[in-house]
């Protein structure tokens, strides 16, 4: 806990949503179940196990204090949520949540709920892939893509701020899709994007027609009874890539289960579509550093060979 009241103790005030501290990545031993998380104006505290009233109180008193500081004045908002053996607990522990809640990252919008469910409208360690859609777009003329399991849409505002022509986002979630159309609203950026609330699997024929792209952003749970499980369902994936993209067309897979590292994508690659070109694994952002880089968040490129020379 004090490598968590340390943190809090040197914060600055947030002007974008972003991760203060992050126990899960190992490098804090005692306090791999934390997490602090800054939705402008709520602080988030997220915890894999149950804390006691007296751990809660510690935390309070060290945000309170902090807050102070760095915003005297001005009320602290801060929210609680356990998830641990399947149930998720949240609580609001200070202040009130702003409704609607928007915070900003990298000169985008986005509407976040922290005080219901486990994913929150924007996630927090895609930073930087948004990062490198945003500006893979702008340097890709009337750049057209395709966004799989596209959730809240954040990857689609990303690319249509770089300049991308035109964006088609996937996700069986019509609550998602809802969510990701009132987020390009936000950032007055309809008309550029369309929305399929459909079942990735049993759309194929719609998506291929809709392409090719330039870039196709498979961004899919790693776990997700009913809809994916990234062991048996990121081959079928891989197998479409190479009719969707465009020759040079760059495709963007992301995964985060800790117990696959990136030999996994890799090896599934090099089996479902072996003429794809590796190029990079993408950084993550600093907050999210991890003992292990192998269990953290993977995001890979790879670009689809030229046509060939006449």
């Known amino acids: 806990m004090q490598a968590l009241l340390d943190a809090i103790a040197q914060a600055e005030k947030p002007a974008e949503a972003i991760r203060l501290f992050h126990g899960r990545g190992g490098l804090y031993p005692g306090c791999e179940h934390l997490a602090l ?168 024929g719609k998506i291929t027609r809709g392409g090719p792209y330039g870039l196709v952003v498979v961004d899919p749970p790693s776990y997700q009874k009913g809809s994916f499980v990234a062991t048996k369902d990121y081959l079928k994936l891989m197998r479409r890539l190479p009719d969707l993209l465009i020759p040079g067309g760059h495709a963007l897979l992301c995964l985060n289960a800790p117990e696959l590292s990136p030999a996994f994508l890799q090896q599934q690659m090099a089996e479902a579509a072996p003429e794809l070109i590796f190029e990079q694994r993408l950084p993550n952002p600093a907050a999210f550093a991890d003992v292990s880089p192998d269990r953290a968040l993977k995001v890979l490129v790879y670009r689809a060979p030229d046509l060939p020379s006449p």
Request: glycine share 8%; hydrophobic share 45%.
């Open 37 to 204: 998380d800054a939705y402008p104006p709520v602080w988030l505290l997220t915890s894999f196990k149950p804390l006691d009233d007296a751990e809660l109180a510690q935390v309070g008193q060290a945000l309170t204090a902090r807050w102070q500081q760095i915003a005297p004045g001005e009320p602290l908002n801060w929210v609680y949520q356990c998830r641990f053996e399947g149930r998720t607990d949240t609580r609001l522990m200070a202040g009130s949540v702003p409704e609607p809640h928007l915070v900003s990252e990298q000169g985008a919008r986005y509407l976040v709920h922290v005080l219901k469910g486990q994913n929150h409208g924007l996630f927090l360690d895609m930073a930087e892939g948004r990062a490198w859609v945003r500006a893979h777009a702008a340097s890709q003329p009337r750049l057209k893509v395709l966004n799989l399991f596209a959730y809240s849409c954040a990857f689609s505002i990303a690319a249509l701020q770089g300049g991308a022509r035109q964006v088609v986002n996937v996700d069986m979630s019509a609550g998602a899709i809802s969510l990701g159309q009132q987020n390009h609203a936000l950032n007055e950026l309809q008309g550029k994007a369309s929305f399929l609330a459909h079942d990735i699997f049993k759309t194929w």
